[in-house]
């Protein structure tokens, strides 16, 4: 992934396989970064679906393991 092309494109989120440089790079620039989601392959992909990661209210943590659930029509 390209960090210039994000920047510019200003998602709300970035998921995937990320670097610890990018994902810190991301993260420094607003973006929200979600790692390691599990069973990516079974989500439609010529469809739209919602996103929704839930994560824990941690106290001086940068990170937080999250509930994520995709809801599809």
Do not use: H, W
Request: glycine share 6%; charged share 30%.
């Amino acid at each position: 992934m390209d960090l210039n092309f994000l920047k510019k494109a200003k998602p709300l989120f970035v998921g995937g396989d990320l670097s610890e440089d990018l994902e810190y790079n991301l993260l420094k620039n607003k973006i929200i970064t979600y790692t390691d989601l599990i069973n990516l392959d079974q989500l439609p992909m010529e469809r739209e679906f919602l996103f929704i990661g839930l994560p824990l209210k941690l106290k001086d943590c940068d990170g937080s393991p999250v509930r994520a659930v995709a809801l599809l029509d």
